[in-house]
């Protein structure tokens, strides 16, 4: 059934009128990162038009299924890291503040930045 499998993360930055591909990410907490996300309302809100050409081909011609995907801004990934907090399990409070730390410095620097989420499998 699609959504019980794992979820995939990447940062894009923009540049130069065109998104950039800054990272993939594995996810220590599929299940609790996606029960928050939909808690929030952040859950399989579609795809933007304009994804890097790397995460694009990424999700285009990999092997798995891809489905759900959103889009989150800084400001709400901020809001999903301060929700799930650095104690949670599996260390998915500790990898959000991280990602989040990225994306400010991204955009710190003069870089639009968001971070998409999507079900695999």
């Known amino acids: 059934m699609p959504g019980e499998g794992g979820l995939g993360v990447a ?4 540049g130069q009128e065109v ?3 800054e990272a993939l990410f594995q996810v220590a907490g599929a ?7 939909e808690r929030l309302g952040l859950w399989a809100c579609g795809r933007p038009d304009d994804l890097s050409t790397l995460l694009d081909a990424h999700l285009l011609f990999g092997d798995d299924l891809i489905s759900h995907e959103t889009v989150l801004s800084v400001a709400q990934l901020g809001q999903v890291a301060a929700a799930l907090g650095p104690g949670h399990p599996d260390s998915l ?7 989040y730390a990225l994306a400010r410095s991204l955009e710190a620097s003069g870089r639009p930045t968001r971070l998409l989420v999507w079900c695999t499998g």
Do not use: D, I, N, P
């Not at 940062?11 to 923009?14: A, Q």
């Open 31 to 37: 299940t609790a990162l996606r029960r928050e996300l």
């Open 93 to 99: 409070g500790t990898q959000l503040l991280a990602w």
């Open 11 to 14: 940062c894009e930055s923009r």
């Open 19 to 21: 998104w950039r591909l």
